[in-house]
């Protein structure tokens, strides 16, 4: 069974921490992604990358950094978190060709609270 | 800018009446167009996806959806819903622009009643 696993489901950090969240996938995917989820927003884009080493800023990339550099992997990186950062977090892949296909593969989100 | 809009943050019905879920999209040119559920607590899943071949689409879980051009709307629809279909749905556009990422819409949120 296809698998995109996000290492944390449940994170609290504290004002100023560096968090990292991380994303595997066990599908040889090229494309991984990764969206931050607020009612009423929906999902916004954060970063995406096409591969490996390789990152596209999506809408909303301030405050966030990311690194890719095994192929399965795709890391988010919150350099000095916010308050205004806790949400969740979903990560996901697809293979390449993302019009061909459009199928996103998503993990079960890590919900991060910054207090 | 290519966009999809979701009428309707939430939506109740009662078990064994119709869900409509509506989704209009911004495009000159026919999208892929797609709907994805998300049951608590747990990540998105594909629900079925429009990619030119049929305008009528058929999921899983009784869920269907028929693309229309002239309205440019890809509304989603069930005839009897069960308690299991309570989640959030989303409907999403492949953008116009090569190389970017598909375009979601803000959620409905599906209430099922008894």
């Known amino acids: 069974d296809v698998k995109v696993t996000q290492s944390s489901r449940y994170l609290v950090k504290r004002t100023g921490e560096k968090v990292f969240l991380e994303c595997v996938q066990d599908?040889?995917?090229?494309?991984m992604f990764w969206y931050r989820q607020d009612p009423g927003l929906g999902l916004r884009l954060i970063y995406f990358?096409?591969?490996?080493?390789?990152?596209e800023k999506g809408d909303i990339p301030e405050g966030y950094s990311v690194s890719r550099e095994k192929k399965e992997r795709f890391s988010l990186i919150l350099e000095s978190a916010s308050t205004n950062q806790t949400s969740m977090y979903l990560c996901?892949?697809?293979?390449?060709?993302?019009?061909?296909?459009?199928?996103?593969?998503f993990g079960e989100g890590s919900r991060l609270t910054v207090l | 800018a290519q966009s999809v809009t979701q009428l309707g943050s939430h939506v109740s019905v009662s078990e064994g009446a119709l869900v409509l879920l509506r989704c209009n999209y911004s495009?000159?040119?026919?999208?892929?167009l797609f709907w994805y559920v998300q049951y608590p607590n747990q990540g998105l899943q594909l629900l079925l996806k429009?990619?030119?071949?049929?305008?009528l689409v058929k999921g899983i879980n009784g869920f269907e959806a028929e693309f229309k051009k002239s309205e440019t709307s890809f509304h989603l629809t069930k005839p009897s819903a069960h308690m299991s279909d309570a989640a959030e749905y989303f409907c999403?556009?492949?953008?116009?622009?090569?190389?970017?990422?598909?375009?979601f819409g803000k959620g409905t949120t599906l209430s099922v009643s008894s």
């Open positions: 996901a892949s697809s293979r390449a060709g993302l019009v061909n296909t459009g199928e996103l593969f």
């Open positions: 599908m040889d995917h090229e494309n």
């Open positions: 990358s096409y591969d490996v080493k390789m990152k």
């Open positions: 495009s000159s040119v026919p999208p892929y």
């Open positions: 429009y990619t030119s071949a049929a305008t």
């Open positions: 999403a556009v492949t953008p116009n622009q090569a190389g970017t990422a598909l375009i």
